[in-house]
């Protein structure tokens, strides 16, 4: 059961213009949403996050958009650079579970910035 | 400052083999987690531990463990490896695991 999902596995954007990438989720207990970043061979690196309480959160050119009631977030790049170009996940948590250190990730999204 | 390091960076094993995996977590953080995450996949949460008690466990065999001690550190241990747990397996450190995690490079496993 893939409670959180990214359903492009691709995406491919010229530099400069805007990226953004999409993630639904179905469990509504889940009440922090995080985006990471992951370049070959290295760990994921924590991008951006947005509490169930709002529904967008600004830093730099990286922007998360999320509807509760969709239950869908987004990730918005602009400008797209080529150092972007990586896999980027979605990732959820359910803060008062018992398995608080627990993420919930998606499959991933490969964006490729093109220059 | 020092990331989380994990190691070996790569490891091969044959099947039915054991595996311990290493894991120091960024310092002054308390809380350790693994994710196991195969080709073309997210991670996937394999255990949680918090001061040196687990907190949580994914949906994972018993051929799987864990533990942590008490300068933090911690160790994965499989053993009885199949061919399907080939894969990357993530090491991330957070204060008290309620934030956001910070992951290490992982260790890359190859049974044959």
């Known amino acids: 059961d893939q409670q959180v999902k990214q359903n492009s596995p691709s995406l491919s954007v010229q530099e400069g213009r805007i990226s953004i990438l999409n993630c639904d989720y179905t469990?509504?207990?889940?009440?922090?949403f995080l985006w990471y970043k992951k370049y070959p061979a290295e760990g994921p690196t924590f991008l951006i996050s947005?509490?169930?309480?709002?529904d967008k959160n600004e830093d730099g050119r990286f922007t998360v958009f999320l509807n509760k009631s969709a239950k869908h977030l987004s990730l918005h790049i602009v400008p797209s650079q080529p150092g972007d170009s990586a896999v980027y996940f979605c990732?959820?948590?359910?803060?008062?579970?018992?398995?608080?250190?627990?993420?919930?990730f998606g499959q991933g999204t490969i964006l490729t910035v093109h220059p | 400052d020092a990331g989380v390091t994990q190691s070996p960076t790569h490891l091969i094993k044959t099947r039915g083999q054991h595996v311990t995996l290493r894991c120091s977590p960024i310092?002054?953080?308390?809380?350790v987690s693994w994710y196991q995450q195969v080709l073309g996949q997210g991670p996937q949460f394999i255990f949680q531990?918090?001061?040196?008690?687990?907190?949580g466990r994914g949906n994972f065999p018993d051929r799987f463990s864990a533990r942590q001690f008490p300068n933090y550190s911690s160790e994965l241990n499989v053993n009885a490896l199949l061919l399907g747990d080939s894969a990357l397996y993530l090491c991330?450190?957070?204060?008290?695991?309620?934030?956001?995690?910070?992951f290490g490079s992982g260790t890359q496993l190859s049974v044959l």
């Open positions: 991330a450190s957070s204060l008290t695991g309620r934030e956001k995690l910070f």
């Open positions: 947005i509490s169930s309480i709002k």
């Open positions: 310092s002054g953080h308390k809380s």
């Open positions: 531990y918090y001061e040196k008690e687990e907190r």
């Open positions: 990732a959820a948590i359910w803060s008062g579970g018992t398995s608080y250190g627990k993420l919930t």
């Open positions: 469990n509504s207990m889940f009440d922090y």
